[in-house]
Structure formats: structure tokens, C-alpha cells
């Protein structure tokens, strides 16, 4: 009898600890992402910063990207497509008060647009952030979210989009459960055979 209440103790305490481990293991993590408002700025490019901190987010895939809100200067350039590929989440969140910050895109070495700005195969999630895609250089981006792999959970909160020629959400796959809440968007069917806001 003693021996099975050790036993039923001993599996207690690894349950506990597995717990415990898996709790710390994952713990939110947090990515200030600075911006100066300038196109060849480093600190404002939001893909470049993503990709640098790739194996960062491998060893916590609970990791959360901050920008920064409250400035007519808080601006995020896209000089290439957000790719979220494989199965890490990729969290964006904007901080502060005041105006949301601004992801725009930049213009590729063909001259044309970065489109679409996001393109994903695993859970994305993007709170408080304003995107407009009119590029630098007066050109529309074709879509904002580009959801290419099966059982995807697209998440957006309190974002604003604006200037998208086509759509702003495109699902190219199947499976996929999409939640947008407390969102605005506008001017979505500049190419009037292909507008959709979701497509």
C-alpha cells in the first residue's frame, strides 16, 4: 500500500514540475521595436527586425513584437513580405497612447510594391497597429494578409487598413478560423474587377 501511494505522490510531483517547466519555458516574451519614422532606417524596418530575432523566437515562440504608438513619427517600413513560415506564431501588438503606429510598405528593387505585406503559414495575431498600403512611391500593395497553409488562426484587434487594391485578407488554404474585431478598413477596391475585403 505504501509503495502505491508513493507512487501516485512521485507522479504528482513530475506533473507539477512538468508544469511548472512548460510555464517558465514559455513565458511572454517582449520585443521593443524602436522607429524613427525614415525609409532606410534599420530601427524602423519591422521585417528586417523580425528575421534578425528568428532564432530568438525558436527557443520562445511566445514571443510578442511591440511598436510604438502617440507619434506622428511611429512609422514601420516593410521593405520585404513578413513571411511567418513554419509553425511559430507570430505576435504584433502596438504600446502607448495616442495614434497607432503605421506599417507601410516600401518599394522593391523592381520599383513595384511589397505585396502582400504578410504571408503566413502558422497563427498571427496583430493588435493596434494602422496599415496603409499606398507605398513610398504612390503605388497600392495588392493584399495585406496572404494566408497560405491549412489551420491558420488570423487574428486582428483595433487595426485600421487602408489603401489595399484588392484585399485585405486572402485565404489560399483550407482550415483557417480568421477574427477581426474592432477594425476599419477603407478604400479596399481600388482595382474594381478584384476587390474584396476578404477574399
Known amino acids: 500500500m505504501k509503495n ?11 506533473l507539477v514540475l512538468m508544469v511548472c517547466w512548460t510555464t517558465e519555458l514559455f513565458a511572454q516574451r517582449y520585443v521593443d521595436v524602436p522607429s524613427d ?23 520562445n515562440p511566445n514571443t510578442i513584437y511591440c511598436l510604438h504608438r502617440g507619434s506622428v513619427d511611429s512609422v514601420y517600413f516593410l521593405t520585404a513580405i513578413i513571411a511567418n513560415w513554419g509553425s511559430m506564431p507570430l505576435n504584433i501588438i502596438s504600446t502607448g497612447t495616442g495614434p497607432l503606429p503605421t ?14 505585406l504578410f504571408s503566413v503559414t502558422a497563427d498571427i495575431s496583430v493588435k493596434g497597429v494602422y496599415i496603409d498600403g499606398l ?13 497560405n497553409g491549412d489551420n491558420v488562426r488570423v487574428t486582428l484587434d483595433s ?10 485578407l486572402r485565404l489560399q488554404a483550407q482550415h483557417d478560423r480568421c477574427f477581426v474585431k474592432n477594425c476599419r478598413v477603407s478604400n479596399a477596391t481600388l482595382d474594381a474587377p ?4 476578404i477574399d
Do not use: E, M
Not at 501516485?8 to 513530475?14: E, K, N, Y
Not at 507601410?104 to 511589397?114: F, L, M, R
Open 103 to 116: 506599417i507601410i510598405p516600401s518599394t522593391n528593387i523592381v520599383g513595384t510594391p511589397v505585396s502582400p
Open 37 to 59: 519614422g525614415s525609409p532606410g532606417s534599420t530601427a524602423g524596418n519591422l521585417n528586417a527586425v523580425i528575421v534578425a530575432d528568428s532564432l530568438n523566437r525558436v527557443a
Open 194 to 197: 478584384n476587390g474584396r475585403v
Open 159 to 168: 487595426c485600421q487598413i487602408t489603401n489595399i487594391s484588392k484585399s485585405f
Open 135 to 147: 507605398n513610398t512611391l504612390g503605388a497600392y500593395t495588392f493584399h495585406c494578409w496572404v494566408i
Open 4 to 14: 502505491k501511494y508513493y507512487s501516485i505522490g512521485a507522479t504528482l510531483v513530475v
